[in-house]
């Protein structure tokens, strides 16, 4: 795999990590989007290939046991994301800066395994009734699955200590401009 340096954003769901990646990738094209893998279904306007690679259950247990993750995890029951090894190497050959929007776990787990290669930020929320309304009205879920995703969120708020960076996401606007910031620091320290 690439030695090139990775940017991690995280939050809970909702907390805002693919809106904050995605205005920073329209931003500069020194960054590209990690595409991860999932096992679970599209949601209303998700694209295969743009938004997540969509695979089967077996498939994604395949390429674990292929080593072909960087990270992965179940984040529910068969539910699974992860980001594999052969989408950093694609960006590294554009000589890009991959930026990968996932979950906490998988965020920490990489920051084990790269150390000083990795910068990673955690978007944090007002509050768990903030959380709430967003998904909402995002308005993906069923109630139980909203209920599934809120206590989930609780739980990843107990990580945020252990990323590189806290940022609160309370305005759009400030929250890139912040997170921009942040990155640029981190990438001071390469020759890019």
Do not use: C
């Amino acid at each position: 795999m690439s030695q090139s340096p990775l940017i991690t954003i995280s939050s809970p769901s909702g907390g805002g990590k693919s809106t904050v990646a995605q205005k920073i990738l329209r931003s500069s094209r020194r960054f590209a989007k990690s595409i991860s893998a999932t096992t679970r279904a599209p949601r209303i306007n998700e694209v295969e290939g743009r938004d997540y690679y969509f695979i089967s259950l077996e498939e994604f247990k395949d390429k674990i046991a292929k080593e072909e993750f960087l990270e992965w995890e179940e984040v529910y029951p068969d539910v699974f994301y992860g980001t594999l090894n052969s989408e950093i190497d694609n960006i590294a050959k554009r000589k890009q800066i991959p930026i990968l929007a996932i979950d906490v776990h998988g965020a920490l787990e990489l920051k084990k395994r790269l150390k000083d290669r990795l910068l990673t930020i955690f978007l944090d929320v007002p509050s768990i009734e903030t959380l709430k309304d967003r998904l909402q009205y995002r308005a993906t879920e069923t109630e139980a699955e909203l209920q599934k995703r809120l206590a989930r969120a609780e739980y990843e708020l107990s990580f945020k200590n252990q990323f590189d960076i806290i940022i609160p996401n309370i305005q759009i606007t400030n929250t890139v401009n912040q997170t921009i910031d942040a990155i640029d620091n981190f990438l001071h320290k390469f020759t890019l």
